[in-house]
């Protein structure tokens, strides 16, 4: 009998531990009579299961960085985006649902607003290629020229994830962007514990949109929405609410994010950081 009561209460601490695993400690747990109609984009490193003597190689920070010349004898005037999205990532457990559907929406609005944007989907998202197409993009970002950053994917304590698992940290971004002159960038993260993106990439001219703090997560919608939930509110903010300027866009979907969330009982923390002047159309 103590051997059966062994076994009984060791599965329910494996139900339990289960059940906790994909969300925060900020977070709540959806309760067991509802169905969750959406799922949790967590921290990839709590699905890492590689040693960490080889997850230390996978670190791309700003040592790694180089140091970017803007092209300004480019003609000027233009309008240069990079959209990423990864829902396939290398294995099959640490795969996402609409990442690739956010950039393809994202792709969609920026070329609709005039933008040459170049993309990078699921496992063409290397290291190798972000690093290339950033670098690139932080040439383009001159005077003149308008800039626009998409990125939708894994976070992790301040780092997106690449479809071959490397950890692309926020200062290296700052540094890839140090030399950038363009008064005029947006950049946009649907990810989780993506925060620090907003702090380091902050600079005149620029306004970054993040669907979480250093702590919560994002989340990938259901199939109505097709979208994580805080790009899912940006889209119908320019598509249907016709929204011209970026900066309401974001409120709009910082606020419908929140009252999902609410609905759905568990924690968000969208926002975004406008240190541009006037108001930012696309």
Known sequence: MKTQNWIKYALMALALGAMFQSCSKDEEVVPNNQEPTFTVRPDFATLDTRPESVISQFQVTEKDAIDVKPME???????????????????????????????TDWKARLQAEGYTVTVLLDRNATKAAIEAAVATLASQSVAGNEIAFCYSGHGSRGNIVTTDLYYINNSWFKTMF????????????????????????????????????????????????KNGVFTYYQMIGFDQLNYTYLEPDCQYAIDQMKIWASANKVRVAPSYVDSYSGNFDL
């Open 73 to 103: 004898n480019t003609s000027k005037g233009a309008k240069y985006a990079l959209v990423i999205g990864i829902s396939d990532y290398s294995g099959t457990s640490s795969d996402l649902q609409y990442c690739d559907d956010d950039a």
């Open 178 to 225: 140090s030399n950038a002159t363009s008064t005029k960038m947006m950049f946009c993260f649907d990810a989780c514990q993506i925060g620090a993106m907003a702090t380091a990439l902050n600079a005149n001219g620029r306004v970054i949109a993040v669907a979480s703090n250093k702590n919560v997560y994002s989340y990938d919608g259901d199939a109505t929405m």
